[in-house]
């Protein structure tokens, strides 16, 4: 009922740049929070990015001042802008959605979706 679609995601070389995109669509009555993590090969899940409704933000320290969260104007596009990548970035990207949406025969029900996942690899 609710599907969220990621692209942006591939191989770059240290110090390098790659723009991440996240579409939610389907029966979402409103959306508060969009944000992006990552889980690396043998770690767990973490955060990167979290920006509100209102247009707040948060990052995680690791990425402060190299990584740009930002969501169009509709609020159902994310992004994740990454510069200066670092070779401890490498993991599979996650987009985060929160919120509310319409549930077949249950009406308004909590939202807390997740993307498919997108790999990035930052190697020379």
């Known amino acids: 009922q609710v599907q969220l679609v990621e692209s942006g995601g591939g191989l770059v070389q240290p110090g390098g740049s790659l723009r991440l995109s996240c579409a939610a669509s389907g029966s979402i009555f409103s959306i508060n929070v969009m944000g992006w993590y990552r889980q690396a090969p043998g770690k767990q899940r973490e955060l990167v990015a979290v920006i509100t409704k209102g247009g707040s933000t948060n990052y995680a320290d690791s990425v402060k001042g190299r990584f740009t969260i930002s969501r169009d104007n509709a609020g159902n596009t994310v992004y994740l802008q990454m510069n200066s990548l670092k070779p401890e970035d490498t993991a599979v990207y996650y987009c985060?959605?929160?919120?509310?949406?319409?549930?077949?025969?249950?009406?308004?029900?909590?939202?807390?979706?997740w993307g498919q996942g997108t790999l990035v690899t930052v190697s020379s």
């Open positions: 985060n959605v929160k919120g509310r949406y319409y549930r077949d025969y249950v009406g308004l029900d909590a939202l807390d979706a």
